[in-house]
C-alpha cells in the first residue's frame, strides 16, 4: 500500500478493477518496446481511425494462447575470434597459474592425478584425446564432478599441418562429441598436438567454438629427465600467468604423477593460485 492508499483507506471494489486493468495494459506495452541489441525500441503503429472491430474469443480458446515476452530473447552462442596464434599465457588476478596434463585420460596415471589435485583443492585442464576418452569416460566423468576443465586435443594426436582441411574437422569434431557425451559439456578450449598449429587448425577449432591454448613452461616429461628435473622446471619458471605443461598418457607417466605431488604443495606455499583460465566470449 502506498502512502497515498494509506491516507485514503482500503480499495473500493471498483478502484480495484481499474487498477488491475492498468497492470495489464502496462505489461502489454512493455512487450511491444523490447529492445534490440543496442537498438531504439519499437513503438507500435497509431491506431487507424474509426471504430475497431474485434472478435471474442471464447474462454476455452483464451485460456490456450501461448503466453509470449516473458524473458530475454535468444541468440545463438557468440564464436571466438579466429586466432593467429594461441594463448601463451592466462590473465589473473595476482599470482595465478595454470596446470594442464595432455594425451590422456589413461587409467593408470590420471587418477593418481585427480587424487593429488582433490588432497589440495586445485582445479586443472586436461587436453585429452578421443580414443583415449572411449576406454575412459567414467575419468571424465570425475573431471565435471570435481570442477576440472577439459580441453580438445584431436581424437588420435596427429600432426595437423600434415592434414586436410576435412581430416582436421573430423578430429576435433568427433573428440568434442565425446567429451560431451562423458563430461556433459562440449569443450571451450583446444590444444594442437606437438604444438603445430596451422590456419585450419585456428579457423575449424574457433567454427567448433573453442579458444587456442598452447603453454609456457613445458616439463618436457614425456622424456621421462627424472622426476626432480620436472620439479626443477615447474619451479624456476613459476610466475604469474604461467601455463605449466605435463602429460597423463601416451607413456610411463609415474614420474610426472610423483613430481606433481612434489611441487603442488611447494606452488600454493609460494602465494600461488592455480586455478583454470576464465572462458571471455561465452
Given amino acids: 500500500m502506498t502512502k497515498d492508499q494509506s491516507l485514503t483507506g482500503p480499495l473500493t471494489r471498483r478502484r480495484a478493477l481499474l487498477a488491475g486493468a492498468a497492470a495489464v495494459g502496462a505489461a502489454g506495452a512493455a512487450g511491444l518496446f523490447t529492445t534490440i541489441a543496442g537498438e531504439k525500441p519499437i513503438r507500435p503503429a497509431a491506431p487507424a481511425a474509426g471504430p475497431q472491430a474485434h472478435r471474442a474469443l471464447k474462454p476455452s480458446a483464451y485460456r490456450l494462447q501461448p503466453l509470449t515476452g516473458y524473458g530475454p ?52 585442464m586436461f587436453f585429452v584425446c578421443g580414443e583415449m576418452v572411449a576406454d575412459n569416460k567414467d575419468l571424465l566423468a570425475r573431471m565435471a564432478d570435481e570442477g576440472h576443465v577439459v580441453g580438445n586435443h584431436t581424437w588420435s594426436h596427429p600432426l595437423l599441418t600434415g592434414l586436410s582441411r576435412a581430416r582436421i574437422r573430423a578430429e576435433m569434431e568427433r573428440t568434442s562429441d565425446i567429451v560431451e557425451a562423458a563430461y556433459g559439456d562440449r569443450p571451450l578450449w583446444f590444444r594442437a598436438p606437438y604444438g603445430a598449429w596451422n590456419r585450419a587448425a585456428f579457423q575449424l577449432g574457433a567454427e567448433l567454438g573453442m579458444e587456442p591454448l598452447a603453454w ?33 598418457a601416451g607413456g610411463d607417466r609415474s614420474q610426472s604423477v610423483m613430481a606433481l605431488r612434489s611441487y603442488l604443495p611447494q606452488l600454493l606455499d609460494a602465494g600461488y593460485f592455480v586455478t583454470v583460465p576464465e572462458h571471455k566470449y561465452a
Fill in 73 to 124: 530473447p535468444r541468440t545463438a552462442p557468440r564464436r571466438p575470434l579466429v586466432r593467429r596464434a594461441p594463448f601463451l599465457r592466462v590473465s589473473g588476478r595476482g599470482r595465478t597459474m595454470v596446470l594442464t596434463f595432455d594425451d590422456g585420460p589413461d587409467a593408470r596415471y590420471t587418477p593418481y592425478i585427480l587424487d593429488i589435485l582433490r588432497e589440495y583443492d586445485v582445479r586443472a
Fill in 216 to 248: 609456457t613452461v613445458d616439463t618436457l616429461d614425456w622424456m621421462a629427465p627424472g622426476t626432480r628435473t620436472i620439479v626443477d622446471r615447474v619451479e624456476n619458471g613459476a610466475a604469474p600467468g604461467v601455463v605449466v605443461l605435463s602429460h597423463d
